[in-house]
């Protein structure tokens, strides 16, 4: 992470595990082609607003929430008797 950030020009200090768990929530809740998909998607979001770190963890949240709610329906639609 620091080695991409340096090579990018940026100076940030965002909670990497924050993206990390987001990705397998979006990977495993989704589909694995979510994970970078929708961490790109939250940096975008992020960098459209203030873009600091409670900027990345506020569209992070909301991304993972997004894909725990598809996660849900599509347990409770493979799930018989429910």
Do not use: N
Not at 66 to 72: G, N, S, T
Request: glycine letters at 10%; hydrophobic letters at 50%.
């Amino acid at each position: 992470m620091a080695a991409a950030k340096s090579e990018l020009g940026l100076d940030l200090d965002v909670d990497t595990q924050v993206l990390l768990d987001l990705a397998r929530d979006a990977a495993h809740g989704v589909a694995r082609p979510a994970a970078p998909l929708t961490t790109f998607l939250v940096g975008y979001a992020a960098g459209r607003t203030d873009g600091g770190p409670d900027a990345v963890r506020e569209a992070a949240a909301k991304a993972a929430a997004l894909a725990q709610r598809w996660a849900d329906e599509a347990g409770a639609d493979a799930d018989p008797t429910g």
